[in-house]
């Protein structure tokens, strides 16, 4: 049984998101987004006789499966597909771990998964691309739900007044481990030699797979003491489909998790595509295109941690929703300068906004669903609704951002578009209610 406040088990809680965090900053938003582009690029260019300086970012395709297709809607479809997969894994496997007692367990399986994946990313080769995007693919349902049971713990180890501090604490420490990682790879690739980008794939998995042993150690794997019988399989999807019946009687929390699914989807497709963007879309100097998407990137990490530490102490003080309106109000304004802009000091703006908003409406949205819980031990199922909504949202946010670029045939189609997901998200956090209201059973 967790003791709620216990200062070592929040701490190692925490660590998790050190520990976690490199992927989905070094694999997901920095140099592999940069390796793939520059790849893909050259094995085009070779295709066509010229250099792969003389080739237009925006024109280049690959063959994927007989068909040629631009690399950047590969790369969102792979992902989208990935998400379809962790929102139908998530709600089934969370009910057998609320029902055996096992979260742990599950989120150990998909760490593992997502961590060796990404060290498989040092053997991907641009004319096998199909079989390269497995590790992407498989890479994204392990990161995707290990964190599923990760956020199912913070309603057991802190109390409902800390869990801003104590969600804000871990994305803190995530931005702050992801930028050290990054620096460290930087280090390699650029001081050393270009070649050592792929060992960059290795040290995240190392580093994922070696700090998670501390959140491992001290976070309990049974905290209500289950004893599960036999066919745990079929009792855990009837475990999940009574916590269905429970959420479903919920005002307050029904209506957040739908505001939560759009503005969230922006959010996540915003951080998925920018650096696919930006290297397509931004006029950067000759032969800069790296060293500045990195140099955007590191201010968003760094302006994250701050943003993500700034938005709690707001919500402390007006509210988790009032911080979070202001919060997608600024993302609205984001995605319509992005339209517009072309030069890197414009991107570099932008990405400092970006960062302000992005720690922060991401670590009080997970504190406000874990507040807004009503009493159970179910909390594993509660929160793979939470995952299902973020994982459809980013499933439909990434396959729509390929789409509107399919459709224009221009990127910058799809990342305006996007500010529509974070309009529909204000408008519904306005219909969030103070207190939760229960609709009986016979309504």
């Not at 490199?22 to 690029?41: G, M, Q």
């Not at 420490?173 to 930087?186: E, N």
């Not at 699914?261 to 998925?272: A, D, E, Y």
């Amino acid at each position: 049984m967790i003791v709620k406040g216990d200062k070592k088990i929040i701490r190692g809680w925490v660590t998790y998101d050190w520990a976690n965090s490199v992927y989905n900053l070094v694999v997901s938003s920095a140099i592999f987004p940069i390796f793939y582009e520059a790849s893909t690029r050259a094995v085009y260019a070779k295709s066509i006789g010229v250099s792969a300086d003389k080739v237009d970012p925006g024109k280049v395709t690959v063959d994927f499966f007989g068909y040629q297709v631009s690399p950047s809607v590969i790369y969102s479809l792979v992902l989208s597909l990935g998400f379809l997969c962790v929102s139908f894994l998530s709600p089934l496997l969370s009910g057998i771990a609320d029902y055996t007692g096992s979260k742990k367990k599950f989120m150990k399986f998909f760490c593992y998964l997502g961590s060796l994946s990404c060290a498989s990313l040092y053997f991907f080769d641009p004319n096998q691309i199909e079989l390269g995007m497995l590790s992407i693919f498989f890479g994204t349902i392990g990161f995707w739900n290990s964190l599923v049971f990760y956020n199912a713990f913070l309603p057991e180890i802190a109390e409902p007044r800390d869990h801003d501090r104590v969600s804000a604490s871990g994305f803190i420490a995530g931005y702050i481990g992801a930028t050290l990682l990054l620096v460290i790879c930087l280090a390699l690739i650029m001081g050393i030699d270009n070649s050592y980008t792929k060992v960059s794939f290795l040290l995240v998995a190392v580093w994922w797979i070696g700090f998670a042993q501390i959140t491992y150690r001290v976070l309990p794997n049974n905290v209500y003491g289950k004893k599960p019988e036999k066919d745990y399989i079929w009792k855990g999807f009837r475990e999940l489909k009574k916590v269905f019946l429970e959420f479903r009687q919920t005002v307050r929390l029904k209506r957040f998790l739908v505001s939560f699914f759009f503005f969230n989807t922006g959010v996540q497709t915003v951080m998925l595509m920018a650096t696919v963007f930006a290297s397509k879309e931004i006029e950067w100097p000759e032969n800069s295109n790296k060293s500045g998407l990195i140099i955007a990137i590191l201010l968003i990490q760094l302006v994250g941690a701050l943003g993500a530490k700034i938005t709690s102490i707001i919500a402390r003080k007006t509210g988790n929703i009032n911080a979070l309106i202001g919060s997608v109000s600024i993302w609205i304004i984001i995605c319509v300068f992005a339209f517009f802009i072309r030069t890197p000091n414009e991107f570099y703006t932008l990405a400092a906004f970006v960062g302000l908003v992005m720690g922060g409406v991401q670590a009080i949205a997970r504190s406000t669903y874990s507040k807004y819980l009503p009493e159970t031990t179910d909390h594993a199922s509660y929160f793979s609704f939470y995952d299902v909504a973020e994982k459809i949202g980013m499933v439909i946010g990434t396959a729509f951002f390929a789409l509107m670029e399919f459709l224009f045939d221009d990127i910058r189609f799809s990342i305006i578009s996007v500010a529509m997901f974070f309009v529909f998200g204000l408008i519904f956090l306005f219909f969030v209610p103070k207190e939760e209201r229960i609709i009986a059973p016979n309504h």
